[in-house]
């Protein structure tokens, strides 16, 4: 496994920021990490990356230790806070060699590297501005240059794409998703069109607790006891009463129903001898698919 996070607890005097949270994290993946503000995201983050220790537990990146091997652990990371922390009077290409010297390169590699980064993340217009006359997007690019200068095997982006603009957002996304094929990636959003286009597997964080950890296939899966069902024909609450099975019912628009089974029953073969029986005709039945906003919200608002 890239990231082993073991029964890690957080407390911030009387606040209890992660609860006893354990998930793992394997090479490769991109994985995005989700819950509502103040769940607990970035703090997991900066535990992660070392930047504050936790109350309780450990975590490892790449075999190794964050409270042993701290500064092999930050070797192998790269991260971008979710506040994208720059030095506004330094130039773009200025900053990444900063950057890139913190990481021990030097001379011609480290050259090289800062002109592979702004190709990769689109700053060659920007790359002799100073970066506080950059727009909100370009800095975001900047921060993400600088989490990749010393070519980590993890990145931990924070919101990533924040403040970018919707040709940014795709040209950073196809980033994010090449990268992912040889680094492991964990990345916080709010952003649900981005999970659903960049994810291999959702982490939910709510109240510090992970309360989901599974791919986007099984927290969306379809509901195999509620099927939305279209009639012809005016149909009564009191007339769906009598299907078998049948647990509670509610009207959605004209003549389609939503019908909920009891106990995860199929009541499929039920509904149609009803409406064989009531000479009812069924025009369209399929099941309840969950999206993901749906899930975040149930999982999010207990």
Partial sequence: MSIIVQNVTKQYDTQLALNDVSLNIGKG????????????????????TCFIPPTKGTVSVEGYDIWEQSMEVRKRVGYLPEHNPLYLDMYVKEYLGFVGGIH??????????INEMIEMTGLGVEMHKKIGALSKGYR?????????????????????TSGLDPNQLIDIRNLIRDLGEEKTVLLS???????????????????????????????????????????????????LRNIVGLK??????????????????DIRQDLMRWALN?????????????????????????
Avoid: Y
């Fill in 189 to 239: 959003t709010h952003i649900m069109q981005e999970v659903e286009a960049l994810c291999d597997r959702i982490i939910i964080i709510n109240k510090g607790v992970v309360v989901a950890n599974d791919n986007i296939e099984n927290l969306t899966k379809e509901s195999d006891n509620v099927l939305v069902v279209e009639f012809e024909g005016n149909i009564t609450i009191e007339m």
């Fill in 104 to 113: 021990h390169l030097k001379g011609e590699a480290l050259n090289k590297r």
């Fill in 248 to 265: 509670q019912a509610k009207a959605i628009k004209d003549n389609q129903w939503i019908l909920e089974s009891k106990s995860d029953l």
């Fill in 140 to 160: 975001q690019r900047v921060g993400l240059a600088q989490a990749m200068i010393h070519n980590p095997s993890v990145l931990i982006l924070d919101e990533p």
């Fill in 29 to 48: 993946e991109i994985v995005g990490l989700l819950g509502p503000n103040g769940a607990g995201k970035s703090t997991l983050m900066k535990i992660i």
């Fill in 278 to 302: 009531n000479n009812i005709i069924i025009k369209s039945m399929q099941r309840e698919e969950t999206s993901i906003v749906e899930c975040f919200q149930k999982l999010t608002r207990v």
